[in-house]
């Protein structure tokens, strides 16, 4: 009996970890909007966003060369 409930305390901790590190990996990330025609990246929130928009990773958005929009700030 006392092993067994040593062994559900041990399944509790491993899911509470499990469920701790996928929350980790999606904290920290942060998904911007940006339009094919244009050089910055927006909350997609942002009033200057018109036509087709696509989200992606604000860190790719920055390596492929987008800046941030200075109306919606997605920086902060
Ligand atoms: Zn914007």
């Known amino acids: 009996m006392k092993k ?3 062994t559900l305390i041990l399944c509790v901790i491993a899911v509470a970890l499990a469920v701790l590190l ?3 990996a999606s904290a920290g990330r942060l998904v911007v909007a940006v339009s094919p025609s244009g050089k910055c990246f927006h909350k997609p929130s ?3 966003l018109k036509g ?4 992606v ?3 790719d958005a ?3 060369g ?3 929009c200075k109306i919606c700030k997605p920086d902060e």
Not at 52 to 55: A, G, I, N, R, V
């Open 4 to 6: 067994r409930k040593i």
């Open 22 to 24: 996928v929350a980790q």
């Open 46 to 48: 942002c009033r200057t």
């Open 52 to 55: 087709s928009w696509t989200l």
């Open 57 to 59: 990773d604000k860190d």
């Open 62 to 64: 920055i390596k492929q």
């Open 66 to 68: 987008y800046r941030p």
